[in-house]
C-alpha cells in the first residue's frame, strides 16, 4: 500500500456534512486532499484555486469550499512527541505507513458557526473571546472575522481526546463513498484503552458495555493472528455479529492484499458449529418450550422465562458447584456427561446462584426432569445437550485451534465453555469478550466462575493476571448511559447481602457517554396500522434500518405481511448497531 493512502475522519466531520450535498462536497474534499499530498503539506504552493487559511491561536486550517462553507483540518506532525502531543499515538504511522497526514475536522457553514458562537459565549470567559476578536486583524468581512473568532475560541490549543471523539481512518480513494460506507468497512482508531487491552498477551477475558467497542478488539485481533498462519476459530450465536467481524475482517485483509490470510480463519455460530458435529438436526429452543410449559398445570405460576434459565442455564448448564475437580486438577467427565445437577446439588446451591426461593426449587427440579422426559421422548436436545454429545463424540479431536475467540461469552453455560477451552491445543490461547449487563440467553454467567475453571486447570494463573474492562460507550445517549448505571446501582443495592456481591462490584461499572451534546431524543409515533406497517415496509429495504419486535412470533407475524428483512429481537440485535431504529 502506498505511503498516505489515508485520510483521518473525525466523527464530527461526518455528522456536520448536509445530505443534500454530500456526493458534491465529499468529492471537493477529495481533490483538496490532494492537492494537499502533492504539495507535500505545504499550503503556500498549492494552487491559487484553493483557499487555505490558518485560524490564528489554533493549530487549526480552514479550506474555503464556497462564500458559505469551510472544511476545518488539522495536521498530523511527523515528530511522535508532537503527535503524542495532540493525543495520537505515534504507532499508528507504523500500522499504516504513513509518514505524516492530516486530519478533517468539521465542515462548518459561517451561519450555524455564528449561532453556535453565541450559544458558547453563554458559558465562555467574555474576556478571552472579546480578546481574540481584538487581535483578528485580518482584512476578512466582519461575517469572516466572527467565524474566525468563533474557530479560535473553539479550537485553541486542539487535542484529540480518543475519550471524547470517534477518529476513521479512509483510504483516500474509498473517501467519496464515506458516508455509504457500512459499519464493516471503517477502520477506527483504537482509544488507548483498547489499544493497550489488543497488545496484551493471551488469555484475554475482556468486558464492556454495549458500544464500547469489544467487536471491534475482535475483529483487529483476529486480524493481529492471521499473520501468525495458525488455525484460529471465532465463535458467537449472533449470526449478524458473526457477518460483521467477518467482514471487517476481509476489509482490512482486502486492503492490505492479503486476502489468503483469511482461510485459516473458522467463523463459526455456535448453534450451527454443534449441529454439524453432532449430525442433529432439531434443536429446542426458548419459544418451543414456551409452548410447552403453557400446557402444564404450573405454567401460571412461574414466569416461563425464569424456569427455562433456571433449567438451562443452572439445572442443566451448571456442571457443579466446584466445577468437579479433585486435587489433581483433573476433570471429572463423569460431572459433565449428566443431562442434569442432582437435585441435593441443585437444592445444595447458594441463594445467588438462582431467582427462585428454596421453597420452590423442588418444584422447579421436578418441572425440569418432565421437560428432560419430553426431550427425550421427541428425540429432541436443547443446547446443554448438543455440547455433551460433542464431547461425548470427541469432536473436540477434529476441531483443534491454536487460538480461539469468543464473542459476547455471556450467552454459553457453563458446558458449553468448557467444551471450546477443549478445543485449544494450548489452554492459555483464548480471548473472549462480554457484557454480563447484555445476558440476554437462558445461562447464568459469572465470571468467578470462569476465573474457577481455569485457575484449577492452568497451573501459575490467576483472574486478575488475564481480566480487562472497557469503561466507555461510543454508541449510546448519555440518558441511555444514566439510566443503565442507575440500574447497575439498584442491582448492587439489592445484592448487599449477597456475599458475592464484590463480583459484581468488580464487573458492574459504571460506563460514560462519549458524545454529550450531538444525540436525538427518541420519537413515539401515533399513527395508524396501516401507516405503522408502511413505515416498516420502508424500514425493511434499508441497510441502516431496524425493526425491533419483543420476540419470535411477533417476527412472524411481520413476515407473513411481507416485512422480512432487518426485522430483529432482543437477543438477535445484540451487538449490532443501526442508524435507526423502529421498536
Request: glycine share 4%; hydrophobic share 35%; proline share 2%.
Given at each position: 500500500m502506498e505511503i498516505n493512502d489515508f485520510v483521518f475522519v473525525d466523527a464530527r466531520f461526518i455528522k456536520s456534512i448536509p445530505l443534500e450535498n454530500r456526493e458534491k462536497i465529499l468529492l471537493q474534499v477529495k481533490d483538496f486532499i490532494k492537492a494537499i499530498r502533492d504539495n507535500d503539506y505545504d499550503i503556500r504552493r498549492i494552487s491559487?484555486?484553493?483557499?487555505?487559511?490558518?485560524?490564528?491561536?489554533?493549530?487549526?486550517?480552514k479550506f474555503r469550499m464556497n462564500d458559505n462553507a469551510r472544511v476545518l483540518f488539522t495536521f498530523l506532525p511527523k515528530d511522535a512527541d508532537e503527535l503524542r502531543s495532540i493525543g495520537i499515538r505515534s504507532e499508528i504511522y507504523d500500522q499504516y505507513e504513513l509518514t505524516d497526514g492530516l486530519m478533517l475536522l468539521?465542515?462548518?457553514?459561517?451561519?450555524?458557526?455564528?449561532?453556535?458562537?453565541?450559544?458558547?459565549?453563554?458559558?465562555?470567559?467574555?474576556?478571552?473571546?472579546?480578546?481574540?476578536h481584538a487581535e483578528n486583524t485580518n482584512q476578512d468581512s466582519e461575517l469572516e472575522q466572527?467565524?474566525?473568532?468563533?474557530?479560535?475560541?473553539?479550537?485553541?490549543?486542539y487535542a484529540y481526546l480518543p475519550e471524547k471523539q470517534i477518529i476513521q481512518i479512509v483510504p483516500d480513494q474509498e473517501f467519496p463513498r464515506l458516508m455509504e460506507m457500512h459499519k464493516s468497512e471503517r477502520e477506527f482508531y483504537l482509544n488507548d484503552e483498547q489499544f493497550r487491552i489488543l497488545q496484551q498477551p493471551f488469555p484475554v477475558m475482556l468486558f464492556g458495555c454495549a458500544g464500547s467497542g469489544k467487536t471491534t478488539l475482535n475483529a483487529y485481533k483476529l486480524y493481529e493472528l492471521s499473520l501468525t498462519g495458525k488455525r484460529i476459530g471465532y465463535f458467537t450465536?449472533?449470526?449478524?455479529?458473526?457477518?460483521?467481524?467477518?467482514?471487517?475482517?476481509?476489509?482490512?485483509?482486502?486492503?492490505r492484499d492479503a486476502l489468503d490470510r483469511k482461510k485459516n480463519?473458522?467463523?463459526?455460530?455456535?448453534?450451527?458449529?454443534?449441529?454439524?458435529?453432532?449430525?442433529?438436526?432439531?434443536?429446542?429452543y426458548y419459544e418451543q418450550f414456551y409452548d410447552w410449559f403453557k400446557k402444564l398445570a404450573l405454567g401460571s405460576k412461574y414466569d416461563p422465562f425464569a424456569v427455562w434459565r433456571e433449567i438451562c442455564g443452572i439445572i442443566k448448564g451448571m456442571i457443579n458447584q466446584d466445577w468437579g475437580y479433585d486435587l489433581s486438577y483433573k476433570l471429572d467427565f463423569e460431572l459433565?456427561?449428566?443431562?442434569?445437577?442432582?437435585?441435593?446439588?441443585?437444592?445444595?446451591?447458594?441463594?445467588?446462584?438462582s431467582v427462585f426461593a428454596a421453597g420452590d426449587r423442588a418444584i422447579v427440579y421436578k418441572i425440569a426432569v418432565d421437560y428432560q422426559k419430553w426431550l427425550t421422548k421427541n428425540k429432541l436436545q436443547d443446547i446443554n445437550d448438543l455440547s455433551v454429545i460433542?464431547?461425548?463424540?470427541?469432536?473436540?479431536?477434529?476441531?483443534?485451534?491454536?487460538?480461539?475467540?469468543?464473542?459476547?461469552?455471556?450467552?454459553?453455560?457453563?458446558?458449553?465453555i468448557l467444551f471450546f477451552m477443549r478445543l485449544l491445543d494450548n489452554p492459555l490461547h483464548f480471548f473472549v469478550s462480554g457484557d454480563i449487563n447484555q445476558t440476554i440467553n437462558a445461562t447464568y454467567f459469572a465470571p468467578h466462575r470462569i476465573h474457577t475453571l481455569l485457575i484449577k486447570s492452568i497451573a501459575g494463573i490467576s483472574g486478575k493476571d488475564y481480566e480487562y474492562m472497557l469503561h466507555l460507550n461510543y454508541r449510546c445517549a448519555p440518558p441511555?448511559?444514566?439510566?443503565?448505571?442507575?440500574?447497575?446501582?439498584?442491582?448492587?443495592?439489592?445484592?448487599?447481602?449477597?456475599?458475592?456481591?464484590?463480583?459484581?462490584?468488580?464487573?458492574?461499572?459504571?460506563?460514560?457517554?462519549?458524545?454529550?451534546?450531538?444525540?436525538?431524543?427518541?420519537?413515539?409515533?401515533?399513527?395508524?396500522?396501516k401507516e405503522k406497517n408502511n413505515i416498516m415496509q420502508v424500514a425493511s429495504k434499508r441497510h441502516y434500518a431496524a425493526i425491533l419486535v419483543n420476540d419470535i412470533k411477533s417476527k412472524m407475524i411481520l413476515a407473513e405481511k411481507g416485512i422480512k428483512d432487518n426485522v430483529f429481537t432482543v437477543a438477535e440485535i445484540k451487538g449490532i448497531e443501526r442508524d435507526e431504529i423502529i421498536c
Open positions: 491559487k484555486g484553493y483557499s487555505v487559511r490558518h485560524v490564528e491561536n489554533t493549530n487549526i486550517y468539521e465542515y462548518c457553514e459561517h451561519d450555524e458557526a455564528i449561532r453556535r458562537a453565541k450559544r458558547y459565549r453563554n458559558f465562555a470567559d467574555r474576556a478571552t473571546v472579546m480578546k481574540i466572527n467565524f474566525n473568532g468563533w474557530l479560535a475560541d473553539r479550537y485553541q490549543a450465536y449472533s449470526n449478524l455479529l458473526l457477518q460483521d467481524v467477518e467482514d471487517t475482517l476481509g476489509s482490512f485483509l482486502k486492503r480463519i473458522s467463523f463459526w455460530n455456535i448453534t450451527e458449529f454443534f449441529l454439524q458435529n453432532t449430525n442433529t438436526h432439531r434443536v429446542v459433565v456427561k449428566r443431562e442434569m445437577m442432582p437435585i441435593d446439588d441443585y437444592l445444595a446451591l447458594g441463594a445467588q446462584f460433542s464431547m461425548l463424540n470427541g469432536a473436540e479431536k477434529n476441531n483443534h485451534y491454536d487460538y480461539l475467540l469468543i464473542d459476547e461469552v455471556q450467552d454459553l453455560t457453563e458446558k458449553e441511555i448511559v444514566k439510566l443503565a448505571n442507575a440500574l447497575i446501582d439498584q442491582r448492587k443495592i439489592s445484592l448487599q447481602g449477597d456475599k458475592h456481591n464484590h463480583i459484581y462490584d468488580e464487573h458492574d461499572v459504571a460506563v460514560m457517554p462519549v458524545d454529550e451534546e450531538n444525540f436525538e431524543k427518541p420519537v413515539l409515533l401515533n399513527v395508524s396500522e
